[in-house]
């Protein structure tokens, strides 16, 4: 079950709805994923015009918690001020605070977020700031209160993997907050490295909108994630530096 604040979920996938090549597809995709919690960009949505195009409309939301993202903010002002609309539009009071810092790189403004994650903590949101893989500052955003913390595993939409594991594995070991693995994924077996590191879940978009097949995608996400998670919680067996038997020798007949 991954808790977040006053939120409970079976299933561990966050995932983006942005970038489908069309509605059904993208309906379809979010079915066989399984997951629960869905992001968006609010700067992508008429929250307070229905008359205007709606990218989730072919979804039926009441299935779904919407989680509501700052995409395109470059400053905590911007950020809370966006966080805000959304909150007023009546979507949910959880927001994936993110602050871009570098427009070439798309890595989170660590003061930045920081400002935010306080400012929105202090209006009484569920606060979960998507960050670098910086291990300190993944200590300080828990310490201000922050339900979860979101560390990239790569930049945004590179599908480079897991480039960092190390530090990744430094802030799981010492959060007390769920720990969710945001932004660079780019295949099945990163989602799995990710949940055997012992993060309480995997979000992701490009991975699966981008795909050839997004629904097959989808679904081996899904997949990947829950043997994670089972590989993790079953514990792998110490790595050694040379081989041993896989069968006992005791009792044999011939040595």
Known sequence: MLKIGSYE??????????K???FDIQKEAVAVSGAEILTFSVRRMNIFEPSLPNFLEKLDLKKYILLPN??????AIEA???AKLAKASGLCDMIKVEVIGCQKTLLPDPIETLKASEELLKEGFTVLPYTSDDVLLAKRLEELGCHAIMPGASPIGS????????????????AKVPIIIDA?????????????????GVLLN?????ANDPVKMALAMKLAIEAGRLGFEAGRIPKKRYATASSPSEGMSFS
Do not use: W
């Open 9 to 18: 979920f079976t299933s561990r996938l966050l995932l983006g709805t942005g």
């Open 20 to 22: 489908y090549p069309d």
């Open 70 to 75: 700052t995409a395109g903010a470059k400053t």
């Open 80 to 82: 809370v001020r966006i």
């Open 159 to 174: 599908g480079q993997g897991i480039i960092n594991p190390l530090n990744l594995s430094f802030i799981i070991e010492q």
């Open 184 to 200: 660079g994924i780019g295949t099945p077996s990163d989602a799995a490295v990710a949940m055997e590191l012992g993060a309480d």
């Open 206 to 210: 490009t991975a699966v909108s981008g």
